[in-house]
């Protein structure tokens, strides 16, 4: 069973930084490390959308919108993902949402909130 715990949101003006936490902390450490990882975020009146992933074996994506801004990385050590978010835009306002896809299934995060004010 899959434990996601998020942490990391908040509110901050434009410009500003933020760093988000994806943690697993009941798994084993060769199953985390086996996980693809990703951040979605569905801001206010729009459809989750991906903003950015990262594979097992360190690749990344981003979405246009936040290339360039954010950064996806993962402990496996620390059984943790993270997403640092630098020049935050009043755009970025939304509900942060972790997914893992381990063995073929995918679980969710609760969220955390990121509010960016202009």
């Known amino acids: 069973q899959v434990h996601v715990v998020e942490s990391g949101g908040g509110s901050v003006q434009a410009g500003g930084s933020l760093r988000l936490s994806c943690a697993d902390p009941?798994?084993?450490?060769?199953?985390?490390?086996?996980?693809?990882m990703a951040w979605y975020r569905q801001s206010p009146g729009k459809i989750r959308e991906l903003v950015a992933q990262?594979?097992?074996?360190?690749?990344?994506s981003y979405a246009a919108s936040v290339k360039g801004r954010f950064t996806i990385s993962k402990d496996n050590a620390r059984k943790r993902m993270y997403l640092q978010m630098n020049n935050l835009k009043p755009e970025d306002t939304g509900i942060y949402y972790c997914?893992?896809?381990?063995?073929?299934?995918?679980?969710w995060g609760q969220g955390t909130q990121v509010t960016v004010s202009s």
């Open positions: 009941r798994v084993i450490l060769s199953v985390f490390s086996s996980d693809n």
């Open positions: 997914n893992i896809e381990r063995r073929g299934s995918t679980s």
């Open positions: 990262i594979t097992s074996g360190g690749g990344t």
